[in-house]
């Protein structure tokens, strides 16, 4: 697995390498001295620029944050959880000018969760996360862009921000569709009644219950509520599982496993980081035994 990591920071691990070879052919008899230090030069700009002379202690933090396994384990052998933390231990070393993070706080326990929070904040890169972990955005989010109707709005603040702010524009916009609804019912009281000897000015009238009447404005269903529709009619039973196994190679991850979901139940399925709790759904089988 640390060779995995590791590729996220080749051009540094490569560089150390590289100066390590420099030092060593300064000691060789026909040594070039004008050309060693031109390569000396560009590997030390790398390694200051990343820094590079710190890398193991970067490595072994950035490892114990996330729980990451064993730096021999095989990635064929983790669990999704645990590809999940190292794939984004690669993507943090990397150090990119952006940050494209999805869901980042999936599979990390609150530890993991408070290490990142703070990484993001000594981040020097911008960063852009979609999350449904509010309490993650209120501590990191610096701009909100919520997508409505069509539309990006950008919002300065985090989480709690946004929903105050979001709060008065909702006022505002019920507002202004009550009074344009006003109008809409003078026009049309207006127009019930005719407008004998008013030909012209009737017309006007007419083009101006029609352009208020045409108005775009989709109603927001706004709800801290999420309602589900019911679905088709099951029997008592939904499912049943009998002597359930599963592996990567040699390590098992259930083994023996029997039980019965009834219609109406709720599952949770609890248990330490890398124990496999994502391996029996659908999106995350792979090749193993079972």
Known sequence: MRESVEEAVAEVVNALKGLDEVYAKYAEPDADFDKLAAQQGKFEEI????????????????????????????????SGGERRRVALCRLLLEKP??????????????????WLERFLHDFEGT?????????????????????????????????????????QRLAQEASQEAAR??????????????????????????ARFEELNNVEYQKRNETNELFIPPGPRLGDKVLEVSH?????????????????????????IIGPNGAGKSTPLPHDVRPGTA
């Open 181 to 206: 609804r006003k109008s809409i019912e003078k026009e049309l009281e207006w127009v019930r009644q005719g407008a004998k000897g008013r030909q012209s000015k009737g017309k006007a009238r007419l």
């Open 97 to 114: 000018d952006m940050l494209l993070l999805d869901e980042p706080t999936n599979h990390l326990d609150a530890e993991s969760v408070a």
């Open 244 to 268: 359930l196994r599963k592996s990567y190679g040699d390590r098992v991850l259930i083994d023996d496993l029997s039980f019965s979901v009834p219609k109406g139940a709720i599952v949770g």
């Open 127 to 167: 960063v852009v996360a979609i999350t449904h972990d509010r309490y993650f955005l209120d501590n990191v989010a610096g701009w909100i862009l919520e997508l409505d109707r069509g539309e990006g709005i950008p919002w300065e603040g985090n989480y709690s921000s946004w929903l105050e702010q979001k709060d």
């Open 47 to 78: 390694i200051q620029a990343h820094d590079g002379h710190n890398l193991n202690v970067q490595l072994e933090r950035a490892a114990d944050a996330l729980r990451l396994p064993d730096w021999d384990a095989k990635i064929a052998n983790l």
